[in-house]
T-cell receptor, first 114, second 114 residues
Framework: DAGVIQSPRHEVTEMGQEVTLRCKPISGHDYLFWYRQTMMRGLELLIYFNNNVPIDDSGMPEDRFSAKMPNASFSTLKIQPSEPRDSAVYFC????????????FGPGTRLTVL | GNSVTQMEGPVTLSEEAFLTINCTYTATGYPSLFWYVQYPGEGLQLLLKATKADDKGSNKGFEATYRKETTSFHLEKGSVQVSDSAVYFCAVTSSGGSNYKLTFGKGTLLTVNP
């Protein structure tokens, strides 16, 4: 298996622009997680899905952030409009079954908002 | 909510030195404990885990014992290698119900010099 795939790997955009991050989980996994990593705040869970349904989005920082999972093999995280403080590395992870199982992380998308 | 406190880095060691990275947690219910490792430019990978008190997780020469009485899960390795240079994250999740959220510590950067 190719593992969790994220695109793009790097994104540089200007403040106010819309940004869409993409994730393909490992085939067969039924949980998908979006995290944000910054030096100041460390690794934060933004939202997670079970069987394509959002379960907990309490970590989404504000209404500018939205996430969707239209099918079992694809998810997006959108920021509109983007701000410089959104600059971070965004990770997608997936897991199979119950939450105590290993989460497999993608390589991340490094987002820079100028 | 759950929280994790791990020793701040960076930690710099010589090859074959002994490693300890301290981790303490607060959590409700019966938490499970994890150590994840992040190599440069990559996503996190599960290193080891323990799901109940007194369990010892081990992998690649690393060990950690779930100590409920001290709410700790310290990571140890008897002889580190240059290839162990990475950021190490302690994490906790509570069992039961539908809480599949991992709470991570801030991470500890380990650099091993030849």
């Amino acid at each position: 298996d190719a593992g969790v795939i994220q695109s793009p790997r790097h994104e540089v955009t200007e403040m106010g622009q819309e940004v869409t991050l993409r994730c393909k989980p490992i085939s067969g996994h039924d949980y998908l997680f979006w995290y944000r990593q910054t030096m100041m705040r460390g690794l934060e869970l933004l939202i997670y899905f079970n069987n394509n349904v959002p379960i907990d989005d309490s970590g989404m920082p504000e209404d500018r952030f939205s996430a969707k999972m239209p099918n079992a093999s694809f998810s997006t995280l959108k920021i509109q409009p983007s701000e410089p403080r959104d600059s971070a590395v965004y990770f997608c992870a997936s897991s199979l079954g119950q939450g105590l199982n290993e989460q497999f992380f993608g390589p991340g998308t490094r987002l820079t908002v100028l | 909510g759950n929280s994790v406190t791990q020793m701040e880095g960076p930690v710099t060691l010589s090859e074959e030195a002994f490693l300890t990275i301290n981790c303490t947690y607060t959590a409700t219910g019966y938490p499970s404990l994890f150590w994840y490792v992040q190599y440069p430019g990559e996503g996190l990978q599960l290193l080891l885990k323990a799901t109940k008190a007194d369990d010892k997780g081990s992998n690649k020469g690393f060990e950690a014992t779930y100590r409920k009485e001290t709410t700790s899960f310290h990571l140890e390795k008897g002889s580190v290698q240059v290839s162990d240079s990475a950021v190490y994250f302690c994490a906790v999740t509570s069992s039961g119900g539908s809480n599949y959220k991992l709470t991570f510590g801030k991470g500890t950067l380990l650099t091993v010099n030849p």
